[in-house]
């Protein structure tokens, strides 16, 4: 499963599938949903989660400036406060939109 098509619509992101369907997911909710250590936080061999406290965002944190693809088989957003760590799966990129 792969976007064939990404589109920036006002506060969303819209994505069409090579399967044919289509989601839609707010840039809020994508930078909510962020994969990165720093966000999501990491865990140890022992299942254990390390995770920093919760920083508060600011608008800018919501605004996209652009996606990069990662290999084949992921996105990276740029965030206009300057995150970009979080690597979005085309998998994890799905089943957020979905949720």
Not at 48 to 67: H, T
Request: proline fraction near 6%.
């Amino acid at each position: 499963m792969r976007p064939v098509d990404i589109q920036q619509i006002g506060e969303e992101l819209a994505l069409k599938w090579d399967d044919g369907t289509e989601s839609f997911v707010t840039l809020e909710k994508l930078r909510r949903h962020c994969p990165c250590a720093s966000c999501a936080g990491e865990r140890d061999i022992m299942g254990n989660l390390y995770k920093g406290p919760d920083k508060p965002l600011s608008a800018f944190a919501f605004k996209l400036m652009r996606l990069q693809p990662v290999g084949g088989y992921a996105l990276q957003p740029v965030w206009a406060d300057g995150h970009a760590t979080g690597i979005f799966s085309f998998e994890y990129l799905r089943q957020v939109a979905a949720g």
